[in-house]
């Protein structure tokens, strides 16, 4: 049940995950709190990013050019920030090459910035370890349920999470995505929000495939 209040909340900042990429005029820097990176193809289509459904995508269908973005959950120990954060396969390399070296990525410290300065421009990645002495990283989220959230994916369209040890990509079940959003939401279909802010540690060495 809702908990209703007569009053104004203190902060206008609201319970979730925002979806972040590298702005063009300042490098973001965070620790990553998962154990490992999941992605997807993807589309610019309807004017913003959504995730390939094919087999009956119709953003394929309208020949609308695709490519692989990569997701992690990071936290800005200035400001307390946990979010998600969104880059290419290529910017990705240096998590794949930190996760080789150290066996997880949670506590990889990285800074990402767009060397030319200008919006849509090449991203790169450094990364190193995270001094930890002093800073108590948050359990990171279900990465699949929130982004099926900022995405708006029905619930049912996923497969359940891949358990610890496993790889599995995200599929749909039976009918295509297109054809499940317009149906109405079962009740239990839809990832409740304890479940998309609770990590569930049984996300390590996921890996998804298109």
């Known amino acids: 049940m809702p908990t209703w209040s007569n009053q104004l909340p203190s902060t206008d900042r609201h319970i979730g995950f925002d979806l972040r990429r590298t702005p063009h005029d300042h490098p973001l820097t965070a620790i990553v709190t998962t154990e490992d990176m999941i992605g997807c193809y993807t589309h610019y289509w309807g004017g913003r990013t959504v995730p390939c459904e094919k087999p009956d995508c119709p953003a394929c269908n309208a020949t609308v050019p695709f490519r692989w973005h990569s997701y992690v ?4 120990p200035k400001t307390r920030d946990h979010f998600i954060f969104e880059c290419t396969a290529n910017a990705a390399k240096a998590f794949e090459d930190h996760k080789a ?11 990402a910035c767009r060397p030319k300065r200008s919006k849509n421009s ?3 990645i450094t990364t190193k370890p995270a001094d930890l002495a002093r800073i108590t990283l948050p359990n990171p989220p279900d990465l699949i349920k929130a982004l099926s959230v ?4 029905p619930g049912a369209a996923l497969m359940d999470a891949p358990p ?5 990509g995200i599929k749909p079940r039976g ?4 054809e499940m959003r317009e149906q109405p939401f079962d009740v239990a279909d839809p990832p409740t929000m304890a479940e998309i802010l ?3 540690g049984e996300m390590k060495n996921v890996k998804t495939t298109a």
């Open 73 to 76: 959950s990071a936290f800005d």
């Open 150 to 153: 900022i995405w708006r994916l």
């Open 122 to 124: 090449k991203v790169e």
């Open 164 to 168: 610890h040890g496993k790889t599995r």
């Open 198 to 200: 609770s990590g569930n």
């Open 175 to 178: 009918k295509t995505l297109t």
């Open 101 to 111: 070296a150290h066996s997880t990525l949670r506590g990889c410290y990285f800074i």
